[in-house]
């Protein structure tokens, strides 16, 4: 199983930005701690403050035949049209996930630009949103098909 974890803006800065809301973990032991729980996975990870570098890595994503994306989009997640669009363009399924529970903040938060184009969104949990997502897409590479996908 191959999955590329795909952070957006300001991620860089996790362990240091806001920590009160987005917590200590750095995007480094994010990084480490999936490795660790998911030995079976080959991860790609990538971020970037700038939109148009996330959308040429989603395109990417489906020349490399990877089997799912784990995309935290930062506030371009309420903004952009063009990485909805990038979502939509691609066979690979998308997970959006937050470490911040998006709906319960700021109203301009409360709408996703990309949540109708993904496999699904999970927010508020912090580092293990992302854990789960992994979860995701390990237990349904195991069903015959992925039909869920």
Known sequence: MKLLILNGPNLNLLGTREPATYGRTTLDDLEAGLRRAF????????QSNHEGDLIDR????QDERLDGIVFNPGG????????????AAIDVPVLEVHLSNIHAREDFRHRSMLAPVCAGQISGLGPAGYHLAVQYF???SRLSGDEAL
């Open 58 to 61: 989603l395109h990417a994503a």
């Open 138 to 140: 390990v237990a349904h």
């Open 39 to 46: 030995p079976e996975v080959t991860f790609a990870f990538f």
């Open 76 to 87: 371009y997640t309420h903004t952009s049209v063009a990485l909805r669009d990038a979502v």
